[in-house]
C-alpha cells in the first residue's frame, strides 16, 4: 500500500497533506484486482495518466481528483481506514485544546482569508460548558480529516465517504469515538451516526467562519427550569422568615393547583442555592453563599492598617463592684499585614474609654499606624475617637476608615479570630456560655453560682476581675505565638518542617528586614491619649462636664473654639489648645472662684452675732420662770394690760423627752442635757462647758439652775 506525493512515498508526515497522485499499484490494492486489470480499465475509460521517476524507471501515475468518483471515494476510504491515519487522530478521551484545533483548521485553502460578513460569531470561549467544548473539538477533529480527503478526493466524495463509513461502523476507532461526541445527539443507545447533510452543514458553518473550531460548539438550548404554574404561589409561602417547611407551605398556599412534597422538592432543587433562599435568608446572611473579594495583604507593611473590634467574652466573670456574674466586653486591635493582635483592653461594658484604651495600649507597645478600620460602633464612632481635630485619630495622624454596616464579611480576618483568639480558651472554664455549651449544663452552673452567692457572697466557679485580665493576657500571646494560615510559610529551624509564620514572627521577620514602627516616648503617649472635646471659651473660661475651668491666659480666646483635653481620673484641671494643638493654659476648676464675703469680715460679724444671742436667752430664761406678767424691779406700778396681753410668751425650754434635731440656742441645749443627763455625750458635755465661758451665758445658766434644781453646769464646770 503506497500513495505517492509528487513522486515521493506517502510517510505519517505527509499523509496529513493532500494526495495528488497514485499509482498503479495501490489502485490495484484498493480496488482488489491486478495491476495489469487497472492499466487496462485505466485505458479503456481514458483516466489521465502521467509518469514519474522511480527507481528503476518511470512508472505511470493518475492525479486522484481526475479520477471517476467511485474510484475516489475507494481511494479516500482506504486513506481514512489506513494506520498512519487513524493513528493521527485524536482519540475521544483526549481533549484537544481549541488553539490547537483553529490552528490545524487554518492550515487549508481558509487560512489568512478574512472572514465575510454574514458570519456566523464565535462565541466567547470562557463562556462554554465541559459538553460543548469536548463535542466542539470532535467536530473540529473530523473536519480536519475530511478537509485533507477533499483535497484531491473532492468534498463530496470525502463526505460520503465519512459518512458511510460511520454508518457500516468500518471508521477507524480513534474516528468512531470522536462520532457521538460530535453529535450531541447520540441518544441512550448510541446507534446514531452522521450523515452527508450534517457534515455539509458543519463544513459550511466552519468554513464561513474562516475555519475557527469555536463556531462549531453547539448551542446551550438549555433554558433552565421552567416554571410550574403552582411556582410563584409555593415560593410566596416557602420563602418566609421563619423558614417553613416544604409540606407546611404546601399547606398554606393560595390557589386550587397544589403539587405533591416530591414535585416541590425537584423544584426547588432546579434553583440555585440563592434563589432557594431568598426571603429565608437576609441580605447579610445570603452574602455567605453569595460571591466575594478576597482581600490581598502581601503589599502591606506592618500598621499600614489596623482593624480593631470589640468582643463580649464568652464566659461569666465576677462584677469587680458587686460580684454577682457579668461578660466583659473586650476590645482588640490587630495589625493586619502580620494578624499580630498588638494592642487589647478590658471593660465592664462597651463604651468609649474601653476603645481609647485599646488604642493607647497599641500605641505604646507596636507605633502609629496610617488606618484605622472598624465598624459602626459607638465606641468607635465617638467625636473622642474620630473627631477631625481633637479626636483621638486626627492627633495621631491616623486615617479611620468605617466598614458598611451590616457587612462583617469585610472584616472577617479579625471576625474569624475570635474562635481562636478567646472563644476556644473559655472553653475550658465552668462558666463558658457559648453556643456549643450543653443548655442542661450551663443551668445547671448557673444555679450553682446563684447558691454561692446567696450563701457566701462569691462563687469559686466565677473568675475574678484581676483572673479574668491575667487569662486575656496569656490569650492574646498564645494566639501571637501560634502558626497562622494567613501567613507565608517558613522551615523550622529544629525539625526542618514547613509551617505557616506565627504573629510574632511575621512581626521580627519585617523588623530584621529594616522596617521600624513610629513610636512615642512617655511624655508623648500621655499627653497624645489624653481624651479631647472641642469646646467655645466663654470669659476666660471652658464648660466641661458641668464644671467651669478658668485661666487668666484664656482671655485672649473668647468666643474662639479650642480642645479641651481632660484626665477622667482628675477633674480638678483640663489641658486647653488651640485647634492647631498649641498649648494655651491649664485651667483649673473654679480657677476664678472667690468668697461671696471676706472671711475675716465674716467671722467678726459671727462674734457680733453671738452676744445678741446669748441676751436672747436671757430674756427666753426669764419669760420661762416668771408666774404671770413680767415685773420691772423696783417699779410697784404694773405693765399695762394691753401690753401684757400683746406681749407673746415664748415656748418654754424643751427640758425631757427625744433629743430634738437641733436646739434654738445654746441655753436650750443645756435645758434637755440637764433633764436628761443620762443622754448626755461626752461631745455634749465638752461643747458646753467650753460654751459656758461666755459669762452671759453661765448667768442664765445659773438661773436656770435656780428655777429648776438642777446642778448640771457645777459637775460641767468641775469636771
Known amino acids: 500500500m503506497r500513495a505517492v506525493q509528487d513522486g515521493v512515498p506517502a510517510t505519517p508526515a505527509t499523509l496529513a497533506k493532500p494526495v495528488h497522485l497514485v499509482d498503479t499499484r495501490l489502485l490495484a490494492q484498493v480496488l482488489g484486482v491486478t495491476e495489469r486489470a487497472v492499466r487496462l480499465r485505466a485505458a479503456s475509460g481514458r483516466w489521465p495518466s502521467t509518469t514519474r521517476p522511480v527507481r528503476g524507471g518511470r512508472a505511470k501515475v493518475f492525479p486522484l481528483s481526475r479520477l471517476p468518483m467511485a474510484i475516489r471515494e475507494a481511494v479516500l476510504?482506504?486513506?481514512?481506514?489506513?494506520?498512519?491515519?487513524?493513528?493521527?487522530?485524536?482519540?475521544?478521551?483526549?481533549?484537544?485544546?481549541?488553539?490547537?484545533?483553529?490552528?490545524?483548521a487554518g492550515a487549508g485553502e481558509n487560512e489568512g482569508k478574512a472572514v465575510r460578513p454574514?458570519?456566523?460569531?464565535?462565541?466567547?470561549?470562557?463562556?462554554?460548558?465541559?459538553?460543548?467544548?469536548?463535542?466542539?473539538?470532535?467536530?473540529?477533529?473530523?473536519?480536519?480529516?475530511?478537509?485533507?480527503?477533499?483535497?484531491?478526493?473532492?468534498?463530496?466524495a470525502a463526505l460520503r465517504v465519512v459518512a458511510g463509513q460511520a454508518r457500516a461502523g468500518t471508521l477507524p476507532p480513534a474516528l468512531a469515538q470522536l462520532v457521538p461526541v460530535a453529535n450531541a445527539r447520540a441518544g441512550s443507545s448510541g446507534a446514531r451516526s452522521l450523515s452527508v447533510p450534517t457534515l455539509k452543514r458543519w463544513w459550511g458553518i466552519w468554513q464561513r467562519a474562516g475555519c475557527d473550531a469555536l463556531v462549531l460548539a453547539p448551542a446551550d438550548v438549555r433554558t433552565g427550569p421552567s416554571l410550574p404554574i403552582w411556582a410563584p404561589a409555593f415560593l410566596a409561602a416557602y420563602r418566609l422568615p421563619s423558614k417553613p417547611s416544604v409540606p407546611d407551605a404546601i399547606a398554606r398556599m393560595e390557589g386550587p393547583a397544589r403539587p405533591s412534597e416530591g414535585q416541590a422538592r425537584r423544584f426547588l432543587s432546579s434553583l440555585s442555592a440563592v434563589e432557594r433562599n431568598k426571603g429565608r435568608m437576609g441580605p447579610a446572611a445570603l452574602k455567605a453563599i453569595r460571591p466575594f473579594v478576597r482581600r490581598d495583604t502581601s503589599d502591606l507593611e506592618p500598621l499600614d492598617v489596623v482593624i480593631?473590634?470589640?468582643?463580649?467574652?464568652?464566659?461569666?466573670?465576677?462584677?469587680?463592684?458587686?460580684g454577682r456574674p457579668f461578660a466583659p466586653e473586650l476590645t482588640v486591635v490587630r495589625c493586619v499585614a502580620t494578624r499580630r493582635v498588638i494592642g487589647w483592653s478590658a471593660g465592664l461594658s462597651e463604651s468609649t474609654w474601653t476603645v481609647m484604651d485599646a488604642y493607647a495600649d497599641a500605641a505604646r507597645k507596636a507605633g502609629l499606624w496610617a488606618i484605622a478600620y472598624t465598624d459602626n460602633g459607638a465606641g468607635f464612632r465617638s467625636k473622642l475617637n474620630t473627631g477631625d481635630l481633637a479626636g483621638l485619630q486626627g492627633r495621631l495622624g491616623a486615617t479611620h476608615a468605617l466598614g458598611r454596616p451590616g457587612n462583617p464579611q469585610a472584616r472577617g480576618q479579625i471576625e474569624k479570630g475570635w474562635d481562636r483568639l478567646f472563644i476556644r480558651p473559655a472553653k475550658v472554664l465552668p462558666t463558658f456560655r457559648g453556643a456549643d455549651m450543653d443548655p442542661e449544663a450551663r443551668r445547671r452552673i448557673v444555679k450553682q453560682v446563684e447558691r454561692d452567692i446567696n450563701a457566701h457572697g462569691r462563687s469559686d466557679l466565677l473568675q475574678g476581675w484581676p483572673d479574668f485580665l491575667r487569662w486575656a493576657a496569656d490569650c492574646v500571646a498564645a494566639y501571637n505565638a501560634a502558626p497562622h494560615s494567613g501567613l507565608p510559610r517558613m522551615t523550622e529551624a529544629a525539625t526542618g518542617k514547613r509551617r505557616h509564620m506565627s504573629p510574632d514572627e511575621a512581626?521580627?521577620?519585617?523588623?530584621?528586614?529594616?522596617?521600624?514602627?513610629?513610636?512615642?516616648?512617655?511624655?508623648?503617649?500621655?499627653?497624645?491619649?489624653?481624651?479631647?472635646?472641642?469646646?467655645?471659651?466663654?470669659?476666660?473660661?471652658?464648660?466641661?462636664?458641668?464644671?467651669?475651668?478658668?485661666?487668666?491666659?484664656?482671655?485672649?480666646?473668647?468666643?474662639?473654639?479650642?480642645?479641651?483635653?481632660?484626665?477622667?481620673?482628675?477633674?480638678?484641671?483640663?489641658?486647653?489648645?488651640?485647634?492647631?494643638?498649641?498649648?494655651?493654659?491649664?485651667?483649673?476648676?473654679?480657677?476664678?472662684?472667690?468668697?461671696?464675703?471676706?472671711?475675716?469680715?465674716?467671722?467678726r460679724a459671727r462674734r457680733r452675732l453671738r452676744p445678741v444671742e446669748v441676751k436672747r436667752a436671757e430674756i427666753l430664761a426669764e419669760l420661762d420662770g416668771a408666774d404671770g406678767p413680767p415685773v420691772i424691779q423696783g417699779v410697784a406700778e404694773p405693765v399695762p394690760v394691753a401690753l401684757a396681753v400683746a406681749t407673746p410668751v415664748p415656748a418654754p425650754v424643751a427640758t425631757d423627752g427625744e433629743r430634738p434635731a437641733f436646739f434654738a440656742s445654746d441655753l436650750a441645749m443645756y435645758g434637755w442635757c440637764a433633764a436628761n443627763e443620762a443622754a448626755v455625750t461626752a461631745h455634749d458635755r465638752a461643747y458646753l462647758a467650753a460654751a459656758m465661758a461666755d459669762p452671759r451665758l453661765a448667768r442664765a445658766i445659773a438661773d436656770h439652775d435656780r428655777r429648776h434644781g438642777t446642778g448640771l453646769s457645777g459637775r460641767l464646770q468641775a469636771g
Open 77 to 104: 476510504a482506504h486513506f481514512l481506514s489506513s494506520p498512519p491515519i487513524a493513528s493521527a487522530a485524536p482519540t475521544a478521551g483526549t481533549a484537544v485544546p481549541p488553539a490547537k484545533i483553529v490552528a490545524a
Open 118 to 156: 454574514g458570519r456566523a460569531v464565535p462565541p466567547v470561549p470562557g463562556t462554554l460548558d465541559g459538553w460543548q467544548r469536548r463535542c466542539m473539538e470532535a467536530r473540529a477533529a473530523l473536519l480536519v480529516h475530511i478537509r485533507a480527503l477533499a483535497a484531491d478526493g473532492g468534498l463530496n
Open 308 to 322: 480593631a473590634d470589640g468582643f463580649t467574652a464568652k464566659q461569666d466573670v465576677a462584677h469587680p463592684i458587686h
Open 507 to 603: 512581626w521580627q521577620a519585617h523588623l530584621a528586614r529594616g522596617w521600624a514602627p513610629v513610636r512615642l516616648s512617655d511624655a508623648e503617649a500621655e499627653d497624645l491619649f489624653r481624651p479631647h472635646l472641642i469646646r467655645r471659651v466663654r470669659r476666660a473660661e471652658v464648660a466641661l462636664f458641668n464644671n467651669a475651668y478658668f485661666h487668666a491666659d484664656l482671655e485672649p480666646h473668647h468666643g474662639e473654639e479650642v480642645q479641651v483635653g481632660f484626665d477622667i481620673h482628675d477633674p480638678t484641671r483640663v489641658w486647653v489648645r488651640s485647634l492647631s494643638g498649641a498649648l494655651i493654659a491649664v485651667a483649673e476648676a473654679g480657677g476664678n472662684a472667690r468668697p461671696y464675703f471676706d472671711t475675716v469680715r465674716v467671722q
